[in-house]
Structures are given as structure tokens and as C-alpha cells.
């Protein structure tokens, strides 16, 4: 099994992808222990050296931070800490997003300024290596000292409380300690906040729903291509020199990836009767370009994001200085994360309105894409679901960043409500998955009636692959179904051809 090694570089989102997709065991690199052992070392020397009080070692914490908070009783406060702060409620965290969760927190904590023990890190990644899934739900970090709630849910049963999922059922923690051999891990000053503080709930979340939307955006590219020829659209809108003179690079981007999509296509190539197709066909370049860029732009601030410290306070030992900051403020995501739901919503909206296009009647297509409208209802219902669809993620865009309520008796008068616009934008996602799924059924069905004229082989063959699950709608069924695996066909497609393609 391949082994990954914490704390020996940057992450990358596309790292994290291939873990995700592969066994492998995390381990903390030899540099990292090093760095952690020693930012430990001076925590432990500072603060029985002096009688200043510093935040969250030896004080309360939030509003409390001014109360002082005896020696002896340091280990029970950051205990005292992770118990009370476990406050998350609504749905289950899925597991993909808890791993992701232990290995971001373990990358921060491997920088060497959170004062952590080697110890509580590596009980981390043993969570992590034996498929131990911490019960977390999805409702209650503000986002701004941190992710508090859901990582107070991920780290009790560190500390033996709470509950976890192992091997495929919900377990109470100190019960699976026990199955190892494990005690509860003995918390030390300063490291209940250090597991408490920082951004790895929205961080996981977000790199969860790029996973997916970088997938989506080709997908969107293929479909829409699919439902251009299925409509007898124009191919003048993806010239190239559109794009030169207006130079985005997404739009050109797209444009270029539907002329290779639609070379040899005998469809795109005939006498059109028309001098326009509608914005959503002809505009697709500028629309489905501007969520690439917007989808580039916020993969680069959670790549930032899962490379820092974002903790506090911060430990500087090699200038012997604890300072208290405010670089658990989640506002760079929160803000990133609504953008990126805003501009999904516009991608969902624009295959909403192709799927409307193919069933008007237009163009030589039977009404509702059905031989016998009237008697078959046909693909009338599936545009209504779609639309159902694109409004509630025009209700999931309004952007939870706008947002901010005092919290912490006043102390913590600024949150970013960035865990909030995580959740909802893996929301979007999820409906973005279903709406380019109904267009995918409705561009299939149309062609049919452009036989025997062809499209691009490539088109062709995605065509055939998506008939193996969804046959021809030669009069109604059960249409829900249909729906159904569409969807799944969407997620589990090859989409490696695409690449072949663009090395021509």
C-alpha cells in the first residue's frame, strides 16, 4: 500500500484527488515531527516560565479570556473545551469529507506553530489509516474561530466521547479504543484549540465539491455540445476568432473544447436554415468560460488555504513569541465558496433553458421530444424538475458571506458563515449533477429524430455508452427512473476521452 507522508510539502487539490481514489496510509514525515516536537518543547518552557497570561494556554477562551486558569488544571481545560464545543446537529458529515477533515487538520498541525503533542497527530492519522469515521454533522460552525462545532465532533473521540462509524456501523469511540489497544489521548495545554481552531470543515467541503465541479465543466461541455447538434445549431459562435478578440480564458477554453467535440460531425456541418440559435446555445462559450474561471480562481484560494496555519493563538518559538491572530476567520473561503455557487447555479440555469429549447416543438423535433404528444406526455416532466432544480440553487446562491452575527458575548463580533456557504454549495453541486443528467436524456432523445445524419464519433460513442442505461422513449414510462440513472451515468462516465482529444 502506498504510503503518503504529511508535512513533507505543499498539498495540492489534485494530490488529494488521487489519494481519494487509491489505499494509501498517511504517516508524519520525519521533518514535520521534528518541527512539532519542538514548537511543544518551547510551549511547555513558556508557559512555566512566566506569569503572563497567554490566550487559551492559560486563560479561558473567547470571552473568557480573562480568566486565568491554574496549572494543575490545563489538561482539563482544552478536555473541558473539545466536550462543550461538540455542538454540530443536522445530517451526517459523509465519510469522504471526515477523512479529508483528519488529513487537513494533521497538515496544519505538521507546520509546527499549533503546539501540539507527535502524539495527538499521529492518533489522527491512525483514525485515519484504520477507516475510523468520526461522527460529524453538517450544522454550527459561524466559520470565524474556525470550524468549532464540527471539529469538537471530529476530535471527541480522540478524547474517548462521542461516536464513530467503523467497519460499517455506528460505534460508540471509547469502545473502538479499546479494540486497538488505545486510551484516550491526553490532551496538554493549548492543543484542544489547536484541534478546535482553523478552517479544515469548509476546507473539505469545498475541495469535496471541486472535485466534482472540475468533472461537471467538461461534462457541461460534452452535453451541451450533444444538445447543440440535437437542436441543428451553429458552430460560427465557437470560432476562434470570437475568442481572440474577447480573450477570457475560459470562454476560449470552451470554445475550443466543442470544436474538437463536433470535428467530423456531419450534423454541425449542413446547410442550417436558421441565422441565430438562442443564448443558451450561442452564448455557451461566455457562460460555461466564466464558471471555468470562477472555478480556477476558488481552487486557488482553498489550495492556499489547506497550506496554512490557521490556528490561535500561533507559536513562534525561533523568535519566542506566542501571538493571537485571527487567521481562523474562514471570509477567504466564505466568500470563494458563495461565488462558486453563484456561478454553478448560472451553469445548472443555461442547461436548463437547452433542455426547454428541445422540447418547444422547434426545428423539426415532435413536442415534448415524442412521437405521439397528446396520447405521451413524453419529456414534458423532466424540464420540470429541472427547473424545480435551478430554483432552489437561485434560493442556495443567496451568499452566506453577507451574513454575520455576534457571537461569544460580543468578543467574536464578525463571522464569515463560511461553514454554512460550504454545505450549501455542495447543495448546488448535487442539483447541478441532476439538471445536466435531464439534459443529457432530453440531447439523446433528440438526436434519435435527426437520424440517420450523425453526429461526432466521439459524441457517438458517448451516445451508445449512455443507451446501455437509458433506452429510447418510444412511448411514456416511469420517467423518475430514467432520471435516476442518468444521474449515476453522469457520475461514473469515462470521461478520459476528452483528453484524447485535445491532443489533436
Not at 487559551?56 to 482539563?76: D, Q, Y
Request: net charge neutral.
Amino acid at each position: 500500500m502506498d504510503v503518503f507522508y504529511i508535512g513533507s510539502g505543499e498539498l495540492t487539490i489534485a494530490q488529494l484527488q488521487t489519494l481519494s481514489c487509491r489505499p494509501h496510509q498517511l504517516r508524519l514525515s520525519a521533518a514535520a515531527q521534528e518541527r512539532v516536537v519542538a514548537c511543544r518543547k518551547y510551549l511547555d518552557s513558556k508557559s512555566q516560565a512566566t506569569d503572563t497570561p497567554i490566550y487559551g494556554v492559560t486563560t479561558g477562551f473567547g470571552s473568557l479570556h480573562n480568566k486565568t486558569i491554574r496549572r494543575e488544571a490545563l489538561g482539563k481545560l482544552q478536555e473541558n473545551l473539545v466536550m462543550s464545543h461538540a455542538c454540530s446537529v443536522g445530517d451526517a458529515v459523509s465519510p469522504e469529507i471526515i477523512r479529508l477533515m483528519l488529513l487537513l487538520k494533521a497538515q496544519t498541525l505538521s507546520a509546527g506553530y499549533s503546539g501540539a503533542q507527535v502524539s495527538t497527530v499521529e492518533r489522527i492519522l491512525d483514525f485515519y489509516n484504520h477507516g475510523i469515521i468520526p461522527v460529524v454533522y453538517d450544522c454550527g460552525s459561524l466559520g470565524a474561530s474556525g470550524d468549532l462545532a464540527p471539529l469538537a465532533n471530529l476530535f471527541l473521540p480522540l478524547i474517548g466521547q462521542g461516536e464513530v462509524i467503523y467497519e460499517g456501523r455506528k460505534q460508540g469511540a471509547v469502545a473502538v479504543l479499546s479494540q486497538f489497544g488505545w486510551g484516550p489521548q491526553q490532551l496538554q495545554s493549548k492543543e484542544g484549540l489547536a484541534l478546535l481552531n482553523g478552517t479544515q470543515f469548509m476546507s473539505a467541503c469545498g475541495i469535496s465539491a471541486l472535485f466534482r465541479v472540475f468533472r461537471l465543466l467538461r461534462l457541461a461541455d460534452v452535453i451541451g455540445a450533444l444538445s447543440l447538434e440535437a437542436f441543428d445549431g451553429r458552430i460560427e459562435p465557437f470560432d476562434s476568432r470570437l475568442h481572440d478578440i474577447r480573450p477570457h480564458r475560459g470562454q476560449a477554453e470552451t470554445a475550443r473544447a466543442f470544436r474538437r467535440l463536433l470535428k467530423g460531425s456531419e450534423l454541425i456541418g449542413r446547410q442550417k436554415k436558421h441565422v441565430q440559435d438562442p443564448y443558451s446555445f450561442r452564448c455557451i462559450p461566455q457562460v460555461h468560460g466564466a464558471v471555468k474561471d470562477c472555478a480556477d480562481y476558488v481552487s486557488n484560494v482553498v489550495q492556499v488555504e489547506i497550506n496554512s496555519v490557521t490556528d490561535n493563538p500561533t507559536i513562534f518559538a525561533d523568535s519566542d513569541e506566542v501571538i493571537s491572530g485571527g487567521n481562523f476567520h474562514g471570509q477567504p473561503l466564505a466568500l470563494a465558496y458563495d461565488f462558486m455557487a453563484i456561478a454553478l447555479t448560472q451553469l445548472g440555469n443555461i442547461s436548463e433553458r437547452r433542455t426547454a429549447q428541445l422540447i418547444l416543438g422547434l426545428r423539426d423535433l415532435p413536442e415534448y421530444l415524442i412521437a405521439q404528444s397528446g396520447l405521451n406526455s413524453g419529456f414534458m416532466i423532466p424540464q420540470y424538475v429541472a427547473a424545480a432544480l435551478v430554483n432552489l440553487n437561485k434560493t442556495y446562491s443567496h451568499p452566506s458571506s453577507v451574513d454575520s452575527i455576534v457571537s461569544s458575548n460580543g468578543q467574536e463580533d464578525h463571522v464569515s458563515m463560511g461553514g454554512n456557504a460550504a454545505t450549501k454549495l455542495l447543495k448546488v453541486v448535487d442539483n447541478v449533477e441532476r439538471i445536466l443528467a435531464i439534459e443529457l436524456m432530453n440531447a439523446a432523445q433528440a438526436i434519435e429524430f435527426r437520424r440517420p445524419v450523425k453526429t461526432s464519433p466521439v459524441l457517438e460513442k458517448l451516445l451508445g455508452d449512455f443507451r446501455k442505461e437509458v433506452s429510447f422513449l418510444s412511448e411514456d414510462r416511469v420517467m423518475y427512473v430514467d432520471i435516476q440513472k442518468a444521474t449515476e451515468f453522469i457520475k461514473r462516465v469515462d470521461i478520459g476521452f476528452l483528453d484524447k482529444i485535445n491532443e489533436k
